[in-house]
């Protein structure tokens, strides 16, 4: 089960002038070659006992602030990143032999902008969010459906649903932004745009 990586190189001339730019332009290539879920990443936490967790979120915005997902703040993975503000973010392009590694602080989105977003969403989807209470035990699939069909019955297609509270976005704010390029042999290129003091400086890591 080993693949030989033949993509590269990536040197620093390569890079775009900010890690914002270079995430733009790798996303833009990940959606052009058509690769499944291109926006999907790996989101670890930690929680206050150090304790880790993963799952797999989406990207919903991105700009020079950070990047941004929504999710059920009471969820465990926004328990943890209340107690530990902290988190990473994998972009896997497998089949581009890329991934991108972010590591930063996290911090609320303001309510007007979960607001547009929960919004935007299809009806079913803002009654699932509705109806099921993230990461907590639940008796069966059949408690759900009658969560969700209550809520549909309360709540027709083409009647507003209400923004739940407990709903909203988190920007992860980098500190350290990688770029991986799988290279033959093993000896992959690892470029890092990293913060120091104000400053955004790029640095090659070892493979």
């Given at each position: 089960m080993r693949r030989a990586y033949a993509a590269g190189p990536l040197d620093p001339s390569d890079l775009a002038p900010t890690w914002l730019a270079q995430l733009e332009r790798w996303l833009a290539e990940a959606i052009e070659a058509q690769v499944p879920e291109p926006n999907a990443m790996v989101l670890a936490t930690a929680s206050t006992a150090a304790r880790p967790g993963a799952r797999t979120v989406l990207l919903k915005g991105l700009d020079d602030r950070g990047l941004v997902f929504f999710t059920n703040l009471r969820s465990r993975k926004g328990r943890e990143l209340a107690g530990n503000g902290r988190?990473?973010?994998?972009?896997?392009?497998?089949?581009?032999?890329?991934?991108?590694?972010?590591?930063?602080?996290?911090?609320?989105?303001?309510?007007a902008e979960a607001d547009e977003y929960f919004a935007s969403r299809p009806h079913g989807a803002r009654l699932g969010a509705l109806s099921s209470p993230q990461s907590e035990v639940v008796a069966s699939r059949a408690e759900l459906e009658r969560r969700y069909e209550d809520l549909r019955r309360r709540h027709p297609e083409g009647t507003d649903v209400p923004r739940p509270e407990w709903w909203g976005g988190l920007r992860v704010v980098p500190e350290a932004v990688e770029f991986w390029l799988g290279r033959p042999d093993r000896m992959h290129d690892r470029l890092r745009f990293r913060a120091d003091d104000g400053a955004w400086i790029v640095e090659r890591l070892a493979p």
């Open positions: 988190a990473a973010l994998v972009f896997p392009w497998i089949a581009l032999h890329r991934q991108v590694v972010i590591d930063g602080v996290v911090e609320s989105v303001d309510a």
